[in-house]
């Protein structure tokens, strides 16, 4: 369902119980796609490809192929758009992500969106996730989700798509699609916003939570008073947001390659 815009202030105040209004200041051709883990990943990050999709794959120190590891994906925004992987590595998101991946031991995963957006990209997105969640090291139950801006919206539609491919989602400054909000029930899902942000409407993600949560789920929503579009520099820089963001395990009786409630969406658009 699809919310008819209201104002900020109005529409946060009627999901008051389920979102949290965070005060605190801003953080100043196709080849082969999962060959063997290369032993010199720290000193050399994988690109890799998946039909004209490009990706980043770097895994935890120590890493064993007879060991499970946590998945994280990775969804960049806009300004990162490249037909090069160079921009992607400098981006700071993507940096704090990956600065804690020895600590926290995940194998992490970012694709690169060269043209277009992510929803053009969902079909081979399905894919890429696909491929790695049956593989003998990957926790298939421990696959975590998150993106900024334009991967803010990738990861709301990725999520509505497959949800119970993941265990936790977290979109940051982005948007989705209301209707099918309820897919998502089921998912635990940490949103965030600027409420100074004059690059994606802060409603985007109000409106998501809120449809979410109307549908009988619990998606909470962190706002940020005095920050823009440069909240994610807060998002990734707080351990609390990855200690409740790979808190969670996806139930493995509820794993579906195709979820039923998605099938009229499917069919529109190929996925």
Not at 57 to 73: N, Q
Not at 86 to 96: E, G, I, Q
Not at 207 to 224: D, W
Request: charged fraction near 25%.
């Amino acid at each position: 369902m699809l919310l008819e815009k209201q104002p900020v202030k109005e529409i946060a105040r009627s999901v008051a119980i389920q979102t949290f209004i965070n005060s605190a200041a801003p953080i100043s051709g196709t080849s082969a796609i999962h060959p063997r883990p290369s032993i010199q990943r720290r000193m050399n990050m994988e690109e890799r490809m998946l039909d004209e999709l490009k990706y980043l794959i770097s895994y935890p120190k120590d890493f064993r192929e007879d060991r499970k590891y946590p998945l994280v994906l990775f969804l960049h925004g806009a300004g990162y758009r490249s037909e090069s992987t160079d921009r992607l590595k400098k981006n700071s998101s993507f940096n704090n992500i990956l600065q804690r991946q020895d600590e926290r031991g995940y194998i992490f995963i970012a694709p690169l969106c060269h043209r277009g957006t992510w929803y053009e990209w969902m079909p081979v997105l399905i894919r890429l996730v696909e491929s790695y969640r049956k593989l003998p090291y990957v926790e298939e139950t421990r696959i975590h989700l998150t993106g900024i801006s334009m991967g803010g919206y990738g990861t709301w539609t990725l999520a509505s798509l497959r949800p119970h491919w993941f265990a936790s989602a977290m979109p940051v400054c982005g948007g989705g699609i209301g209707g099918f909000a309820m897919n998502l029930v089921d998912l635990p899902i940490r949103a965030f916003h600027g409420l100074r942000d004059v690059i994606v409407d802060p409603f985007e993600s109000l409106q998501m939570v809120k449809a979410v949560n109307m549908q009988g789920g619990y998606a909470e929503l962190i706002l940020f008073p005095e920050c823009g579009h440069n909240c994610f520099r807060a998002v990734y820089g707080d351990e609390k947001n990855y200690d409740w963001f790979l808190s969670f395990t996806a139930d493995p009786d509820k794993f579906s390659d195709i979820d039923p409630s998605t099938a009229v969406f499917n069919n529109k658009a190929g996925f």
